[in-house]
């Protein structure tokens, strides 16, 4: 009886843990991943006992700004992303929504624990998570990029910070937050292709469905620019320079040709890793010309 009451109760336990992670299972590719490699490659000192501390508390606020997000519009996920927990039936909206909230204190004591530069990114990585979500700030094309980009910008400051052994950020690691999102703002359209067809029964506006050429040709011209630009700023090598060109080259070229959804998809990943590499520029100029 005991050993069948403690089996339910792991089960249940590991399924609200399974609930937990699949809020943010899609963005590991897209979020985690690639702030966390910016976070240990922009950290003044890298520390490898410390570096777990960078993905913790990028993940907890990717939690935070999920759940606020997946509360929205539970319908339109139940059409086009139905293995989400609310439109799963794992979780009731009326209970993500209480999450939603307990999040933001959660974040900010787990901030405190980093010292004032984590509290700070948290604090406004908390507020523009509230003009995004619930003050309509994602339905124009332009203040999504932008909001989207200073958001993915405080996960880059609060994740280098947590990450480093002195918890801070230098003028270094500033500059390469600043970069980041800002190339952000210009590129992240590259995600939101694969969404078209159902963005324009929606009514949302993303530049893909306002300027859909334009979008695409945006992307063949602007990441071998930012490429170029990131390698003399970040003084790389002349093989690793042109290397990284003609991926972004390649990258871009792949909007452009190739359109269906599937096309779009696998577009998007390449993507996903042309960001990755941009995020380690900062790290081989630590190496070979930092402190």
């Not at 209480?98 to 405190?112: E, K």
């Not at 530069?117 to 509230?130: E, G, H, P």
């Given at each position: 009886?005991?050993?069948?009451?403690?089996?339910?109760?792991?089960?249940?336990?590991?399924?609200?843990?399974?609930?937990?992670?699949?809020?943010?299972?899609?963005?590991?590719?897209?979020?985690?991943?690639?702030?966390?490699?910016?976070?240990?490659?922009?950290?003044?000192?890298?520390?490898?006992?410390?570096?777990?501390?960078?993905?913790?508390?990028?993940?907890?606020?990717?939690?935070?700004?999920?759940?606020?997000?997946?509360?929205?519009?539970?319908?339109?996920?139940?059409?086009?992303?139905?293995?989400?927990?609310?439109?799963?039936?794992?979780?009731?909206?009326?209970?993500?929504?209480?999450m939603r909230w307990v999040m933001v204190?959660?974040?900010?004591?787990?901030?405190?624990?980093?010292?004032?530069?984590?509290?700070?990114?948290?604090?406004?990585?908390?507020?523009?998570?509230?003009?995004?979500?619930?003050?309509?700030?994602?339905?124009?094309?332009?203040?999504?990029?932008?909001?989207?980009?200073?958001?993915?910008?405080?996960?880059?400051?609060?994740?280098?910070?947590?990450?480093?052994?002195?918890?801070?950020?230098?003028?270094?690691?500033?500059l390469a937050a600043a970069l980041s999102?800002?190339?952000?703002?210009?590129?992240?359209?590259?995600?939101?292709?694969?969404?078209?067809?159902?963005?324009?029964?929606?009514?949302?506006?993303?530049?893909?469905?306002?300027?859909?050429?334009?979008?695409?040709?945006?992307?063949?011209?602007?990441?071998?620019?930012?490429?170029?630009?990131?390698?003399?700023?970040?003084?790389?090598?002349?093989?690793?320079?042109?290397?990284?060109?003609?991926?972004?080259?390649?990258?871009?070229?792949?909007?452009?040709?190739?359109?269906?959804?599937?096309?779009?998809?696998?577009?998007?990943?390449?993507?996903?890793?042309?960001?990755?590499?941009?995020?380690?520029?900062?790290?081989?100029?630590?190496?070979?010309?930092?402190?």
């Amino acid at each position: 009886m005991f050993s069948q009451a403690l089996t339910a109760r792991t089960d249940r336990i590991a399924r609200h843990f399974e609930t937990v992670f699949l809020f943010t299972k899609n963005d590991i590719r897209t979020t985690l991943i690639p702030v966390t490699i910016f976070a240990l490659s922009a950290t003044p000192k890298y520390d490898p006992v410390h570096a777990w501390n960078a993905p913790l508390w990028i993940w907890f606020h990717l939690l935070q700004f999920n759940i606020a997000n997946q509360i929205q519009d539970p319908e339109e996920d139940r059409k086009n992303k139905p293995s989400r927990p609310i439109p799963a039936g794992r979780i009731s909206v009326d209970s993500a929504a209480d999450m939603r909230w307990v999040m933001v204190p959660v974040c900010l004591l787990l901030s405190l624990w980093y010292g004032t530069q984590a509290v700070l990114a948290s604090t406004v990585f908390a507020a523009l998570s509230i003009w995004y979500n619930e003050l309509g700030g994602d339905k124009m094309g332009l203040s999504k990029n932008v909001l989207t980009a200073i958001l993915y910008g405080c996960l880059e400051v609060g994740g280098t910070v947590a990450g480093s052994p002195d918890s801070c950020i230098d003028m270094a690691g500033a500059l390469a937050a600043a970069l980041s999102s800002t190339i952000y703002a210009t590129t992240l359209h590259a995600q939101d292709f694969k969404d078209e067809e159902g963005d324009r029964l929606t009514g949302r506006r993303t530049l893909p469905t306002m300027f859909p050429k334009a979008a695409r040709f945006s992307m063949m011209f602007g990441l071998p620019l930012w490429a170029y630009a990131l390698s003399r700023i970040w003084k790389t090598d002349a093989l690793s320079t042109t290397a990284f060109v003609f991926y972004s080259a390649f990258v871009g070229t792949r909007f452009v040709m190739y359109k269906t959804v599937g096309d779009d998809k696998q577009s998007c990943k390449f993507y996903s890793l042309w960001h990755s590499l941009g995020h380690l520029l900062p790290g081989y100029w630590r190496f070979f010309y930092g402190v």
